[in-house]
């Protein structure tokens, strides 16, 4: 049995990092080597995440100390702008480490790949540095991309999200109570997804998000201006001929809804039609936000990253 490649997590406190550590314990490649978090320091991982079984401690790493320790990659899960000291402490005494960064700071970097496998699978494969996409970017960009050769226009994107895609420091779009029986919106002109869709994808979309009282889950609806008149069936098969094989995307004929996106590990696409002209389509997408939208995608970016199966730890 060889050695399990040794995983070093920054910012473990947060709803992504408590579901990364899940998955890096579950993981039959991969062991948890740190967990670092400043307000949990000293306490054992498994009082918040019961199925680590590496018997890991939180701990109070500086980048330089991080940087220090063993290990073949290192996940950063903080928020915007909180990552850069540890990428340069990594960059100067270990370069050879994988990263994956799950903020923003790195996804306009065309020196690090863009870690949304079935859209840029090959650049990521043997990468050491990775920018993880959004929760939304990713949604809307598989919702959008099958359609580009024959796009009219600019795609207009509505999204909702369960509240745990603000994260855990307290705000309107965190409050349960300010969420209840509302549906909140928010950033309605240039957010960073609809920014990072638009660079990655390679044309302008509009995107429009709100915060729904569900604690996860996400949806978009995609309504695409095209070129080319299409009928339902031929948009239904430029999806299957795009997406058939992939196995964390099902294709299916209804709308999926938020809740279908909660808990599941891929992206569930449907309500597949065209407009009466055939020159416009509606597509919807739901996924969760915690997981294809953050941490199973991290997970299957390391594993191609390592060259391991890229479903290993994901799917059983």
């Known amino acids: 049995m060889t050695e399990p ?10 709803h992504t990092g408590r579901e990364l550590i899940r998955l890096i314990s579950g993981h039959p490649e991969m062991m948890l080597a740190y967990a670092v978090s400043r307000e949990y320091a000293g306490r054992k991982v498994s009082e918040i995440a019961p199925e680590d079984k590496d018997e890991c401690i939180f701990e109070a790493l500086d980048p330089a100390e991080a940087a220090r320790r063993r290990v073949d990659a290192v996940i950063l899960a903080m928020p915007d702008g909180a990552g850069g000291a540890y ?10 480490t994988i990263i994956v960064d799950l903020s923003a700071d790195r996804r306009f970097d065309d020196r ?8 840029n699978r090959t650049k990521i494969r043997g990468a050491t540095r990775i920018a993880n996409p959004g929760c939304y970017a990713t949604a809307l960009q598989l919702a959008v991309a099958p359609l580009l050769p024959i796009l009219g226009g600019v795609p207009a994107v509505f999204g909702a999200s369960g509240y ?7 705000s309107p779009r965190n409050d349960p109570a300010r969420l209840a ?28 998000p709100h915060v729904h009282p569900a604690f996860r889950g996400l949806l ?15 948009l239904t098969k430029l ?10 995307i099902v294709l299916q004929e209804a709308p999926p809804e938020l809740k279908d996106g909660s808990g599941r590990t891929g992206v569930l696409i449907g309500g597949l039609d065209v407009g009466a002209d055939g ?28 060259g391991l199966d890229e479903y290993v730890g994901i799917l059983g």
């Open 164 to 170: 745990s895609g603000a994260g855990t420091t307290p």
């Open 5 to 14: 490649y040794l995983i070093g997590l920054v910012g473990a406190r947060g």
């Open 220 to 234: 978009v609806t995609a309504h695409v201006p095209l070129a080319t008149p299409i009928d339902k069936a031929g």
């Open 87 to 96: 990428v340069e402490a990594f960059e100067k005494t270990s370069p050879e």
């Open 279 to 306: 020159r416009s389509a509606v597509i919807v997408a739901a996924e969760d936000n915690l997981l294809k939208g953050a941490s199973v995608q991290a997970i299957q970016n390391l594993n191609l990253a390592l």
């Open 239 to 248: 999806f299957h001929e795009h997406y058939d094989g992939e196995r964390l």
């Open 112 to 119: 690090w790949a863009y870690g949304l496998p079935e859209l």
């Open 181 to 208: 029986d509302n549906l909140m919106p928010y950033k309605l002109v240039g957010h960073n997804h609809e920014k990072e869709a638009t660079h990655h994808l390679g044309v302008p979309v509009r995107f429009f």
